[in-house]
C-alpha cells in the first residue's frame, strides 16, 4: 500500500520514550503511518495547521496544558479531525470525560500495543471506541439517573478541578499551575480548597500526597 493511501496519525504525547514506541507500532501497521508528533499543546495546534492529520492521539497529560483542553479546541475549531486519548488513567473516571468534551475514543496506555490500532480503525470509520467495561457503563448511564453510577471520589470535581488536582499529583506548586493555566494564583488556591471540600480532606498534606499516588500509579488510594 502506497504511503500517501495511509491514514495519517498525528501523536501529541511529552513522554518521548512513550512517544517513539507508539510511533513504532502506528508504522508497522499498513495502512496507518505516524504524520507528526507534538509534546504540549501549543506545539500540537500548530501541527494540526501544517500536516492535516486524519486522526489524533492526546495524552491527558501534557507539558504545557490538560489533554482536556487540545481535545475541546480540536472539537471546536477541527470538528472534521476525531482525537483517540491514550491515558495511563483509569478509563472508568475519565472516559466520559473525554467524551463530553469531543473525543471520539479512550484507550489505556498498558493495553495501547493490543488495543490502539484497532480504535484507530474503528474511529476513522465513524465509531465510537471504549472498552467492554466502560461501553457497559455508558449504556446503564444512558437508562439510569447519572448519579447512581458514581462510584469514585474523584466523579465530584469538576472538569477543571481534576486538571488541577492531576497537575497537584504531578508536583506543581500554585503558582506553576497558575502559570500554565494562565490563572491568579488566588483562583487556583480557591479551586485546591474546593477539590479539598469535595474529597473531603482538611490539610494539603493528606490532598498532596493523594494526588501524587493516582498520578503515579493510576490508582485511587484510601485515605
Not at 508497522?28 to 495546534?45: I, P
Not at 467495561?133 to 478541578?161: W, Y
Not at 490532598?207 to 490508582?219: K, N, T
Amino acid at each position: 500500500m502506497a504511503n500517501t493511501e495511509k491514514s495519517k496519525i498525528l501523536i501529541v504525547e511529552d513522554h518521548p520514550i512513550f512517544r517513539m514506541g507508539l510511533r513504532e507500532l502506528i508504522n508497522q501497521e499498513s495502512d496507518l503511518t505516524v504524520c507528526g508528533q507534538a509534546e504540549s499543546v501549543q506545539e500540537a495546534r500548530k501541527a494540526l495547521v501544517h500536516l492535516n492529520p486524519d486522526l489524533v492521539i492526546v495524552d491527558l497529560s501534557l507539558k504545557d496544558s490538560s489533554g482536556f483542553d487540545l481535545i475541546q479546541d480540536i472539537s471546536t475549531r477541527s470538528s472534521r479531525i476525531p482525537v483517540l486519548v491514550l491515558s495511563m488513567h483509569d478509563e472508568s473516571l475519565h472516559a466520559q470525560r473525554c467524551l463530553r468534551a469531543g473525543a471520539r475514543g479512550y484507550v489505556m496506555k498498558q493495553e495501547a500495543s493490543v488495543s490502539v490500532a484497532k480504535a484507530i480503525r474503528r474511529i476513522l470509520k465513524g465509531y465510537l471506541y471504549v472498552s467492554e467495561k466502560v461501553s457497559s457503563r455508558l449504556m446503564e448511564t444512558m437508562v439510569k439517573h447519572p448519579d447512581a453510577m458514581r462510584k469514585s471520589p474523584l466523579d465530584h470535581l469538576t472538569d477543571r478541578e481534576l486538571e488541577i488536582f492531576q497537575m497537584i499529583g504531578r508536583g506543581l506548586c500554585t503558582g506553576e499551575i497558575a502559570d500554565r493555566l494562565h490563572l491568579s494564583t488566588k483562583t487556583v488556591g480557591t479551586y485546591r480548597e474546593r477539590i479539598k471540600a469535595k474529597l473531603g480532606f482538611a490539610g494539603g498534606m493528606d490532598l498532596v500526597r493523594y494526588a501524587v499516588i493516582w498520578v503515579e500509579q493510576g490508582i485511587i488510594p484510601s485515605k
